[in-house]
Protein backbone atom coordinates (compact mmCIF):
# COMPACT_ATOMS: atom_id res chain seq x y z
CA UNK A 1 0.00 0.00 0.00
CA UNK A 2 1.79 3.29 -1.27
CA UNK A 3 1.83 5.81 1.63
CA UNK A 4 0.25 9.62 1.46
CA UNK A 5 2.77 11.10 3.52
CA UNK A 6 4.86 13.05 0.53
CA UNK A 7 1.66 14.08 -0.80
CA UNK A 8 0.59 15.46 2.51
CA UNK A 9 3.45 17.29 2.96
CA UNK A 10 3.01 19.00 -0.18
CA UNK A 11 0.18 20.04 0.10
CA UNK A 12 1.11 21.41 3.97
CA UNK A 13 3.79 23.30 2.22
CA UNK A 14 1.96 24.69 -0.76
CA UNK A 15 -0.35 25.59 1.86
CA UNK A 16 2.16 27.38 4.61
CA UNK A 17 3.79 29.38 1.39
CA UNK A 18 0.08 30.63 0.77
CA UNK A 19 -0.15 31.95 4.00
CA UNK A 20 2.87 33.17 3.86
CA UNK A 21 2.68 34.96 1.27
CA UNK A 22 -0.32 36.83 1.92
CA UNK A 23 0.52 37.60 5.31
CA UNK A 24 3.35 39.72 3.75
CA UNK A 25 1.41 41.16 0.93
CA UNK A 26 -0.94 42.46 3.39
CA UNK A 27 1.91 44.33 5.53
CA UNK A 28 3.00 45.66 2.14
CA UNK A 29 -0.32 47.32 1.84
CA UNK A 30 -0.34 48.83 5.12
CA UNK A 31 0.63 52.36 4.82
CA UNK A 32 0.35 54.11 8.00
CA UNK A 33 2.70 53.43 11.37
CA UNK A 34 1.70 54.08 15.28
CA UNK A 35 4.77 54.97 17.43
CA UNK A 36 4.79 53.48 20.29
CA UNK A 37 3.77 55.35 23.19
CA UNK A 38 7.15 56.90 24.99
CA UNK A 39 9.57 55.60 22.22
CA UNK A 40 11.98 58.04 20.96
CA UNK A 41 12.06 58.58 17.11
CA UNK A 42 13.88 60.19 14.24
CA UNK A 43 12.49 60.03 10.57
CA UNK A 44 12.67 61.16 7.49
CA UNK A 45 9.57 62.11 4.33
CA UNK A 46 7.83 64.62 3.14
CA UNK A 47 4.56 66.22 4.41
CA UNK A 48 1.58 64.80 2.58
CA UNK A 49 -0.81 66.88 4.91
CA UNK A 50 -1.58 69.64 7.57
CA UNK A 51 -4.00 70.51 10.11
CA UNK A 52 -4.05 72.56 12.96
CA UNK A 53 -2.12 70.87 15.36
CA UNK A 54 -0.20 68.48 13.61
CA UNK A 55 0.66 66.92 10.40
CA UNK A 56 1.53 63.77 8.21
CA UNK A 57 4.31 62.42 7.06
CA UNK A 58 5.27 60.14 4.36
CA UNK A 59 8.90 58.63 3.58
CA UNK A 60 10.65 56.83 1.29
CA UNK A 61 8.67 53.51 1.71
CA UNK A 62 5.19 55.97 1.76
CA UNK A 63 4.80 54.80 5.44
CA UNK A 64 2.78 57.47 6.90
CA UNK A 65 3.80 59.04 10.22
CA UNK A 66 1.39 61.07 12.29
CA UNK A 67 3.53 64.24 13.92
CA UNK A 68 2.03 66.07 16.77
CA UNK A 69 3.13 69.98 16.98
CA UNK A 70 3.18 71.65 20.26
CA UNK A 71 4.28 75.19 21.98
CA UNK A 72 7.44 73.17 22.35
CA UNK A 73 8.93 72.08 19.11
CA UNK A 74 11.68 73.61 17.44
CA UNK A 75 11.40 74.44 14.00
CA UNK A 76 14.53 75.48 11.64
CA UNK A 77 16.87 74.90 8.82
CA UNK A 78 19.79 72.22 9.03
CA UNK A 79 22.76 73.87 9.58
CA UNK A 80 25.16 75.39 7.00
CA UNK A 81 28.71 73.99 8.00
CA UNK A 82 30.37 73.51 11.02
CA UNK A 83 29.90 77.49 12.34
CA UNK A 84 26.78 77.95 11.40
CA UNK A 85 23.39 76.90 12.68
CA UNK A 86 20.16 76.54 11.67
CA UNK A 87 17.60 79.34 10.92
CA UNK A 88 14.68 79.46 13.36
CA UNK A 89 11.19 79.12 11.76
CA UNK A 90 7.49 79.02 13.36
CA UNK A 91 5.48 75.91 13.28
CA UNK A 92 3.24 77.97 10.43
CA UNK A 93 5.99 77.01 8.11
CA UNK A 94 5.60 73.23 8.08
CA UNK A 95 3.60 73.60 4.52
CA UNK A 96 2.58 70.64 2.16
CA UNK A 97 5.20 69.37 0.32
CA UNK A 98 7.97 70.03 2.37
CA UNK A 99 10.78 67.38 3.06
CA UNK A 100 12.05 67.40 6.94
CA UNK A 101 13.14 65.43 9.58
CA UNK A 102 11.50 65.09 12.73
CA UNK A 103 12.96 64.14 15.88
CA UNK A 104 10.22 63.16 18.67
CA UNK A 105 8.64 60.58 21.01
CA UNK A 106 5.38 58.61 20.74
CA UNK A 107 2.21 59.43 22.68
CA UNK A 108 -0.67 57.03 23.47
CA UNK A 109 -2.31 57.50 20.40
CA UNK A 110 0.52 56.30 18.50
CA UNK A 111 1.48 60.67 16.88
CA UNK A 112 5.24 60.91 16.93
CA UNK A 113 5.60 64.31 19.02
CA UNK A 114 7.83 66.09 17.54
CA UNK A 115 10.73 68.18 19.41
CA UNK A 116 12.73 68.94 16.83
CA UNK A 117 11.59 69.48 12.82
CA UNK A 118 14.81 70.30 10.35
CA UNK A 119 14.66 71.26 6.92
CA UNK A 120 16.21 73.07 3.79
CA UNK A 121 14.77 76.63 2.49
CA UNK A 122 15.26 75.37 -1.01
CA UNK A 123 12.45 73.00 -0.56
CA UNK A 124 10.73 75.64 1.77
CA UNK A 125 10.80 77.73 -1.66
CA UNK A 126 9.37 74.41 -3.41
CA UNK A 127 6.15 74.13 -0.89
CA UNK A 128 5.21 77.57 -0.53
CA UNK A 129 5.25 77.47 -4.39
CA UNK A 130 2.92 75.04 -4.18
CA UNK A 131 -0.02 77.48 -2.80
CA UNK A 132 0.01 79.45 -5.95
CA UNK A 133 0.63 77.34 -8.90
CA UNK A 134 -2.51 75.36 -9.58
CA UNK A 135 -4.32 79.17 -9.61
CA UNK A 136 -1.12 80.54 -11.59
CA UNK A 137 -1.93 78.04 -13.94
CA UNK A 138 -5.87 78.53 -14.59
CA UNK A 139 -5.62 82.71 -14.62
CA UNK A 140 -3.06 82.31 -17.19
CA UNK A 141 -4.72 79.70 -19.14
CA UNK A 142 -7.96 81.53 -19.14
CA UNK A 143 -6.34 84.54 -20.00
CA UNK A 144 -5.63 83.15 -23.25
CA UNK A 145 -9.12 82.96 -24.98
CA UNK A 146 -10.06 82.96 -28.79
CA UNK A 147 -11.11 86.93 -28.95
CA UNK A 148 -7.78 88.00 -27.12
CA UNK A 149 -5.40 85.51 -29.71
CA UNK A 150 -6.10 87.88 -32.59
CA UNK A 151 -5.29 91.10 -30.45
CA UNK A 152 -1.76 89.89 -29.01
CA UNK A 153 -0.53 88.16 -31.44
CA UNK A 154 1.05 91.25 -33.11
CA UNK A 155 2.74 91.96 -29.56
CA UNK A 156 4.06 88.33 -29.17
CA UNK A 157 2.16 88.11 -26.01
CA UNK A 158 0.80 84.41 -26.28
CA UNK A 159 3.69 83.07 -26.71
CA UNK A 160 4.87 84.53 -23.27
CA UNK A 161 1.52 83.66 -21.65
CA UNK A 162 1.79 80.13 -23.23
CA UNK A 163 5.45 79.64 -21.68
CA UNK A 164 4.10 81.34 -18.09
CA UNK A 165 0.97 78.93 -18.24
CA UNK A 166 3.48 76.07 -19.03
CA UNK A 167 6.28 77.14 -16.00
CA UNK A 168 3.60 77.24 -13.34
CA UNK A 169 1.99 73.72 -14.45
CA UNK A 170 5.63 72.48 -14.22
CA UNK A 171 5.71 73.60 -10.58
CA UNK A 172 2.93 72.27 -10.01
CA UNK A 173 3.36 68.68 -11.41
CA UNK A 174 6.70 68.95 -9.50
CA UNK A 175 5.11 69.91 -6.00
CA UNK A 176 2.01 67.16 -6.56
CA UNK A 177 4.91 64.42 -6.94
CA UNK A 178 6.38 64.89 -3.99
CA UNK A 179 2.83 64.47 -2.16
CA UNK A 180 0.33 61.99 -2.57
CA UNK A 181 -2.66 63.57 -1.18
CA UNK A 182 -3.96 66.94 0.22
CA UNK A 183 -5.74 68.08 3.48
CA UNK A 184 -9.37 70.06 2.49
CA UNK A 185 -10.38 73.15 4.09
CA UNK A 186 -13.66 74.94 4.27
CA UNK A 187 -13.67 78.93 4.71
CA UNK A 188 -15.55 79.95 7.26
CA UNK A 189 -14.92 84.06 7.15
CA UNK A 190 -12.64 86.23 5.79
CA UNK A 191 -11.60 89.63 8.16
CA UNK A 192 -10.07 92.27 5.64
CA UNK A 193 -7.57 94.92 7.68
CA UNK A 194 -6.54 98.01 5.68
CA UNK A 195 -3.33 99.84 5.48
CA UNK A 196 -2.14 103.17 4.54
CA UNK A 197 -0.18 104.15 1.46
CA UNK A 198 3.95 102.47 2.14
CA UNK A 199 2.80 101.64 5.91
CA UNK A 200 3.16 98.29 7.47
CA UNK A 201 1.53 99.73 10.23
CA UNK A 202 -1.24 98.00 12.38
CA UNK A 203 -3.53 100.92 13.27
CA UNK A 204 -6.44 101.80 15.88
CA UNK A 205 -9.08 100.91 13.13
CA UNK A 206 -7.37 98.02 12.30
CA UNK A 207 -6.88 96.89 15.88
CA UNK A 208 -10.14 97.09 16.97
CA UNK A 209 -11.77 95.76 13.88
CA UNK A 210 -9.29 92.72 15.05
CA UNK A 211 -10.66 92.97 18.22
CA UNK A 212 -14.09 92.75 17.37
CA UNK A 213 -13.98 89.82 15.40
CA UNK A 214 -11.51 87.86 18.14
CA UNK A 215 -15.08 88.44 20.46
CA UNK A 216 -17.04 87.18 17.64
CA UNK A 217 -14.66 83.76 17.14
CA UNK A 218 -14.61 83.15 21.02
CA UNK A 219 -18.90 82.56 20.69
CA UNK A 220 -18.01 80.04 17.95
CA UNK A 221 -17.19 75.96 18.06
CA UNK A 222 -13.33 76.66 16.70
CA UNK A 223 -12.74 73.00 16.61
CA UNK A 224 -10.60 72.42 13.37
CA UNK A 225 -10.20 75.96 12.81
CA UNK A 226 -6.91 77.43 11.07
CA UNK A 227 -5.92 80.71 9.99
CA UNK A 228 -4.20 82.06 7.18
CA UNK A 229 -3.11 85.50 7.06
CA UNK A 230 -2.08 86.73 3.59
CA UNK A 231 -0.84 90.66 3.01
CA UNK A 232 -1.40 92.48 -0.33
CA UNK A 233 -0.26 96.21 -1.45
CA UNK A 234 -1.06 98.23 -4.51
CA UNK A 235 0.75 98.75 -7.69
CA UNK A 236 2.35 102.49 -6.37
CA UNK A 237 6.01 101.35 -6.27
CA UNK A 238 8.15 98.82 -7.78
CA UNK A 239 6.89 95.14 -7.91
CA UNK A 240 9.52 93.42 -5.22
CA UNK A 241 9.32 96.46 -2.48
CA UNK A 242 5.42 95.95 -2.85
CA UNK A 243 5.60 92.30 -1.85
CA UNK A 244 8.06 92.92 0.94
CA UNK A 245 5.59 95.44 2.38
CA UNK A 246 2.95 92.91 1.85
CA UNK A 247 4.60 90.38 4.34
CA UNK A 248 5.52 92.86 6.47
CA UNK A 249 1.54 93.92 6.87
CA UNK A 250 0.57 90.47 7.37
CA UNK A 251 3.44 90.01 9.78
CA UNK A 252 2.30 92.96 12.11
CA UNK A 253 -1.77 91.38 12.26
CA UNK A 254 -0.23 87.92 13.23
CA UNK A 255 2.19 89.97 15.43
CA UNK A 256 -0.83 91.50 17.14
CA UNK A 257 -3.65 88.38 16.86
CA UNK A 258 -0.50 86.59 19.23
CA UNK A 259 0.40 89.20 21.61
CA UNK A 260 -3.08 90.64 22.24
CA UNK A 261 -5.80 87.50 21.60
CA UNK A 262 -2.91 84.26 22.25
CA UNK A 263 -3.51 82.78 18.91
CA UNK A 264 -1.61 79.43 19.17
CA UNK A 265 1.22 79.17 16.30
CA UNK A 266 0.18 75.85 15.48
CA UNK A 267 -3.23 77.43 14.12
CA UNK A 268 -1.69 79.68 11.81
CA UNK A 269 -1.20 77.99 8.14
CA UNK A 270 1.82 79.43 6.00
CA UNK A 271 1.65 83.37 6.10
CA UNK A 272 2.34 84.84 2.98
CA UNK A 273 2.65 88.32 1.42
CA UNK A 274 1.02 88.75 -2.34
CA UNK A 275 2.63 92.55 -3.38
CA UNK A 276 0.58 94.02 -5.63
CA UNK A 277 -0.84 90.94 -7.30
CA UNK A 278 -4.81 89.62 -6.74
CA UNK A 279 -6.05 93.14 -6.33
CA UNK A 280 -9.72 93.18 -4.37
CA UNK A 281 -10.72 96.46 -6.61
CA UNK A 282 -9.57 98.90 -9.66
CA UNK A 283 -5.93 100.12 -8.67
CA UNK A 284 -6.44 102.94 -11.32
CA UNK A 285 -8.76 104.90 -8.63
CA UNK A 286 -7.71 106.11 -5.40
CA UNK A 287 -10.75 103.91 -3.90
CA UNK A 288 -9.28 101.10 -5.59
CA UNK A 289 -5.73 101.63 -4.43
CA UNK A 290 -7.22 102.10 -0.43
CA UNK A 291 -8.96 98.80 -0.67
CA UNK A 292 -6.01 96.98 -2.19
CA UNK A 293 -3.66 98.05 0.68
CA UNK A 294 -5.15 95.42 2.76
CA UNK A 295 -4.50 92.08 5.06
CA UNK A 296 -7.17 89.34 4.60
CA UNK A 297 -7.21 86.88 7.75
CA UNK A 298 -9.05 84.28 6.32
CA UNK A 299 -10.23 81.51 8.73
CA UNK A 300 -10.68 77.94 7.69
CA UNK A 301 -12.12 74.87 8.99
CA UNK A 302 -10.12 71.27 8.69
CA UNK A 303 -12.69 69.45 6.59
CA UNK A 304 -11.23 65.82 8.69
CA UNK A 305 -11.53 67.22 11.81
CA UNK A 306 -14.93 68.99 11.48
CA UNK A 307 -16.12 65.72 10.36
CA UNK A 308 -17.32 67.39 6.31
CA UNK A 309 -15.46 64.74 4.37
Same mark, same amino acid.
Given at each position: ?27 ? /? ?37 ? &? ?71 ? /? ?77 ? /? ?28 ? &????? =? ?9 ? /? ?7 ? =? ?34
Amino acid at each position: MRSNRPRFAGIMTLAFAFVVTGTVSALA /QKQTQKVPDGQSMKIQGIVSMRSADSFTMRDMSKVETVV &ALTSKTDVKTHKKGVFRGGKEYGVSYILRGLRVEVEGVGNAEGQLVAKSIKFDEDDLRTAQALEQTDEMAREN /QARITAEEENAKKLAGQIAENQELTAQAQRAADLANKRINGLDEFDPVKTITVLFATGSSVLGPKGKAQIDKEAAWVKT /QNTKGWVVAVVGFADKSGNTEPNRKLSERR &ANAVI =GYLVTKHNLPL /QRLVQPFGY =GENKPAADDSTAEGRAKNRRVEIRLLVNKGIAGTT
